[in-house]
């Protein structure tokens, strides 16, 4: 007579497939949610096409072009439309989500470059001081707009993330989740942010609004994979013939913080300055108008934007850049 314990054997094979099979059903949803159905990426995957098509526009009829690109700091804030309308200065706003990450935001907009391009790194400086591994947002926007290569093997750096990783990235979070079930819930707005809030050249503007904003702090330091990384970017443009500068995002700093939050941000950009040319702004990316700002500390409203692109127009003019003794002195050091 058989035994329990052969019988228990015999049920096991069956059971774990039962299980495996049930963990690849729930992949392959996850994976079709976040590839057709997750409203946030299909948001950006649009805002990339049309960004695309801009890009591709100012190269076939300016000839050279201005990339800007960054997280949503440089989404929100620069208008560049106004830039080419108020100051013939042809440019492209290839701002997207910080949450992409410094990496992949970085082989998006080379992508777009050609000789005698300028480039705008508008990096937000947490994204440059903390990891620059590409997080599962930046494996998800990587692959939805259909450029995997961007993580696999990218055109700067050497921050990858192997396939068997990526695959398991395309899932959505739990906190993604549990928010989405609560919008559903309510029937509100399953995205906070709509096409319809998309410029032509990219740039974006938002009604929402929010009570409390809070400055960009960050640790100040640049850690030696973001020094690396950084010179790559430059030895990049220097044989593709591309000009390439850092500017600053601006950020929400009350006149109580923005001494000090200026202090700081001289000392990053002090780093910033031995690796790529640091574009001159004397606000030192310390901004304290609360009226100008929309639904974060680094979003502007229309008119906070106005204002910054007018600022930006006059630095692409001039092309003055900071002196590194000038930042040690902001600094205090």
């Not at 591709?56 to 080419?84: A, N, P």
């Not at 391009?117 to 990891?131: F, H, K, M, N």
């Not at 850690?223 to 430059?234: D, H, I, K, N």
């Amino acid at each position: 007579m058989p035994s329990s314990t052969s019988h228990s054997r015999r049920k096991l094979p069956r059971q774990a497939l039962v299980l495996v099979a049930a963990a690849l059903f729930t992949w392959g949803l996850d994976v079709v949610y976040t590839l057709r159905w997750n409203p946030e990426l299909q948001f950006f995957q649009q805002a990339y096409q049309l960004k695309v098509r801009w890009a591709e526009r100012l190269s076939r009829e300016q000839g050279v072009k201005t990339v800007i690109y960054g997280g949503s700091s440089t989404l929100f804030s620069i208008d560049t439309g106004r830039l080419f309308e108020r100051d013939r200065l042809p440019a492209v706003n290839f701002g997207f989500a910080a949450g992409i990450g410094a990496s992949v935001l970085t082989q998006a907009a080379v992508q777009e470059l050609r000789p005698g391009d300028t480039l705008i790194v508008a990096l937000e400086p947490v994204l440059l001081t903390d990891s620059l591994e590409p997080p599962g947002m930046g494996v998800q926007f990587s692959f939805i707009t259909g450029h995997p290569r961007w993580f696999f093997r990218p055109t700067v750096g050497t921050n990858s993330v192997f396939w068997p990783s990526a695959l398991l990235a395309l899932r959505p979070g739990g906190y993604h989740t549990l928010t989405m079930l609560g919008k559903l819930l309510r029937g509100g707005s399953l995205y906070r942010y709509a096409v319809a809030d998309l410029h032509p050249d990219g740039f974006t503007q938002t009604d929402v609004r929010v009570s409390d904003y809070q400055p960009g702090w960050h640790s100040g330091r640049l850690p030696p994979e973001s020094r690396v990384f950084l010179q790559a970017l430059r030895t990049w443009c220097e044989v593709h013939q591309v000009q390439v500068f850092y500017l600053l995002p601006w950020s929400y700093a009350p006149a109580e913080v923005a001494a000090g939050f200026r202090r700081l941000n001289a000392q990053f950009l002090g780093e910033i300055s031995t690796l790529l040319p640091v574009l001159y702004d004397p606000r030192l990316g310390a901004y304290g108008v609360r009226e100008h700002f929309a639904d974060s500390g680094f979003h502007l409203n229309q008119e906070g934007a106005a204002l910054r692109t007018d600022e930006l127009a006059k630095q692409l003019k001039s092309r003055r850049v900071w002196a590194a003794e000038e930042l040690r002195v902001l600094a205090g050091r």
